[in-house]
Nanobody
Framework: QVQLVESGGGLVQAGGSLRLSCAAS??????MGWFRQAPGKEREFVAA????????VYVDSAKGRFTISRDNAKNTVYLQMNSLKPEDTAVYYC????????????????????WGQGTQVTVSS
């Protein structure tokens, strides 16, 4: 049974940092990603990484502030978020997929088969 367990969310002031973690179990994956959903908005892609080569892709608003990484030994993916802004406030979801795809296709939610339960990130101004 596949499980994705997120942790690390919380309340932080603007300009602060948080590190989200997503521990995966149950099977091997080709890639994992982070998405977020703010109240009243659609789910938005944030970042993705491949397990084997470590290729990454980011949404423009995250470039230079967020870093996605993985620890293969721990089957865990991280999202280091720096210089947080109030507009980063959302529920952040971890996603995983076992099908082999080019990294550029990982910006779509349809490119993932498995999802975590989400973790709340709130950035106060």
């Amino acid at each position: 049974q596949v499980q994705l367990v997120e942790s690390g969310g919380g309340l932080v002031q603007a300009g602060g940092s948080l590190r989200l973690s997503c521990a995966a179990s149950g099977r091997t994956f080709d890639a994992m990603g982070w998405f977020r959903q703010a109240p009243g908005k659609e789910r938005e892609f944030v970042a993705a990484i491949t397990w084997s080569g470590g290729s990454t892709v980011y949404v423009d608003s995250a470039k230079g502030r967020f870093t996605i990484s993985r620890d293969n030994a721990k089957n865990t993916v991280y999202l280091q978020m720096n210089s947080l802004k109030p507009e980063d406030t959302a529920v952040y979801y971890c996603a995983a997929d076992s099908r082999v795809r080019l990294i550029r296709y990982r910006i779509s939610a349809s490119a993932y088969d498995y999802w975590g339960q989400g973790t709340q990130v709130t950035v106060s101004s």
